[in-house]
């Protein structure tokens, strides 16, 4: 009667529990990176969860975009429209909602595919004066903290 609960064991050994955790990396990768162990772990994840691998395809599709190098912005464009038709034929409403994100920044997004360059560069620059401010814990005299960073950053 007090037996203590023990969840089912899966085809590779892994639990629900297991196999959901330790597929968390495999669906940040494409399929042509995954070990021999994670196709077979991302197979009966797969089996488990049907929608997961509805979603983990659209969301390959899209990536699959950003990775092509030959693209342009007009082609560009002309794959983001396919990539549309893929999620209005999904039942996912994350995909949905994840299409109206794109589509409503669409412009922006393309301006990618002019040289193929981020502001990744900007944004970390940002990101080591907001951590420089941090450990000032705050800025009492502005023209000293300029000169500070102009020695430090520049």
């Known amino acids: 009667k007090n037996e203590k609960f023990r969840p089912p064991v899966l085809s590779n050994g892994d639990t ?8 968390r990396y495999s669906l940040t990768q494409t399929p042509d990176k995954w070990s021999e162990r994670q196709k077979a772990r991302m197979k009966l ?4 969860y049907p929608k997961l ?3 983990y395809d659209i969301t390959n599709r899209l990536r699959a975009v950003f990775r092509s190098s030959t693209l ?3 082609t560009a464009k002309g794959k983001f429209q396919e990539w549309y038709k893929d999620v209005n034929k999904s039942s ?7 299409r109206d994100a794109v589509k409503s920044r669409e412009d922006e997004i393309l301006n990618y595919f ?4 981020t502001n990744a560069g900007a944004e970390s620059f940002n990101s080591k004066i907001k951590g420089f401010r941090a450990q000032l814990r705050g800025v009492s005299d502005l023209t000293f903290y300029m000169f500070r960073l102009c020695t430090i950053f520049g």
Request: aromatic share 4%; glycine share 0%.
């Open 16 to 23: 629900r529990n297991e196999l959901l955790k330790r597929s």
């Open 45 to 48: 994840l797969f089996q488990l």
């Open 53 to 55: 691998k509805e979603a």
């Open 72 to 74: 342009n912005r007009e």
């Open 92 to 98: 996912l409403r994350e995909m949905k909602a994840a």
């Open 114 to 117: 002019i040289d193929h360059s």
